[in-house]
Every structure is written in C-alpha cells, then in structure tokens.
C-alpha cells in the first residue's frame, strides 16, 4: 500500500468534504474546491477525516493512490488556511499595481504589461520597495485555496520578465536564487 495515500486527510475545523460519484467536494472559511477523482481510486469521509482507497493492486491504480491523496490534501488545507507565494520585482523603474482583477506591471518594456488574474486568485503589492543590492526591490503576494490554479499563476507572472544573470533584474520567487554571471572585464 502506498505509503502516502493511506494516510487519512484530517479536515479543519470549519471544513467538510462530501463524496458525490467520482467528484469530491470541499468547502471552508477560504472558499469552495472540487476535485475529480481517476476510475481506479474511491473516497470516503469519516469522522472529519477523508481516507483514500484504490479499486485493486494494478500498477495504474497504485500509482494514482498517493496522487489523488495529495491532490485531495492540498484541497483540504486550500479551503481552511490557503495558500500563498511571494514573488519579487527587481529593477530601477519596474513597478506592480493591483486594480480589481489584474496587475499592471512596468518592466522597462516601451509598454505597461497587463496581467489579468485567474479565478479565485488575488495579489497585494508591497507599498514600500526596498534596496536590494543597489536595486529597488517590489514584493508581490498572492493567495488562493487553489494551489494549482496559484502556481499557474506565479510561473506566467514569472515568465513577463525572468531574472537575468548579471545585475540579477526581474520578477524571481522570493526564495529563488539567482546565480550571477561576472561581466566582460576591459583589460587592455
């Protein structure tokens, strides 16, 4: 047995889960979430905790066990806590401002880059940019309940202006390191 899929996803205090065919709804404080479930992989709820079965010992069900365990996790702890992740903006002149549904980014492009939000996620600009290595640095939050749909987010968001090697300029992870290119030296 898989030893991730066995283990019971314990639901939050104000979250429940219910079982309808091969979909799994949740719902919580964070908002709504339903998960479809593969053929070979059956769920049932129990005293607050949702426990993951497969159909048979097939290899295509074993490893769809652990799978759907973790997809179903992240929905769980989506729908009472949320997720989050922190992008930064480097560069003299790059700028993120959040108006409703979309980000309006400046990054040094001869045009403001609209970035429109995927359902069910939003973002919050750090107000005050900070000096990181000698270049203002932005910090751009977004949340969800949705990890997938969030990440999706982040790597298109990332993808508008990916750091560059050499004075490390553009939108990175917070925890990303770049590695950093030395420069031509002009000796004679």
Known sequence: MSRIGKLPI???????ATVAGSKVNFEGPKGKLS?????????????????????DDSRE???????ARTILANAAKGVSTGFERKLSIRGVGFRAEVKGKTIQF?????????FALPEGVTAEVDKTPRTEESLPTLDLTLRSADKEA???????????RPPEPYKGKGIKYAEEKVRRKEGKTGTT
Not at 35 to 48: F, I, S
């Open 10 to 16: 314990k639901l939050g205090d104000k979250s429940k």
């Open 106 to 114: 400046a990054l040094g492009f001869s045009h403001p880059v609209v």
């Open 150 to 160: 969030l990440g999706a987010a982040a790597v298109k968001i990332r993808a508008l």
């Open 61 to 67: 069900a074993k490893s769809l066990h652990g799978l």
């Open 35 to 55: 998960v479809n479930l593969p053929a070979k992989v059956k769920v049932e709820v129990k005293d607050g905790n949702v426990v993951v079965t497969r159909a």
